[in-house]
């Protein structure tokens, strides 16, 4: 079975964050007060052939883990969206 997944990096907490700090000076300039804590990150979604939904998981984990994100200085947080097919259906349909 095909798992969608969402795999979020971002920084870790401490690190400089140059991009979001950028944006969040801009933003009340464009008339969005009060909106604080921005952070850039990356979003990277993938299909993940597993038998479960937590073997998917790992398998995404261990992806995130050794090739999307340096474990230095950034997290990685791995969801899955459900089956592939139904996520698929389901965007095709809106």
Known sequence: MKYEVLVEVRLRPGIADP????IERALPALGFEGVEGVG???????SVEAPDEPTARGRATEV????LANPVIEVSTVTVLGDARATAAGSAVG
């Open 64 to 67: 995130a883990d050794r090739l």
């Open 19 to 22: 991009q979001g700090a950028t």
């Open 40 to 46: 850039v990150g990356k979003a990277i979604r993938m």
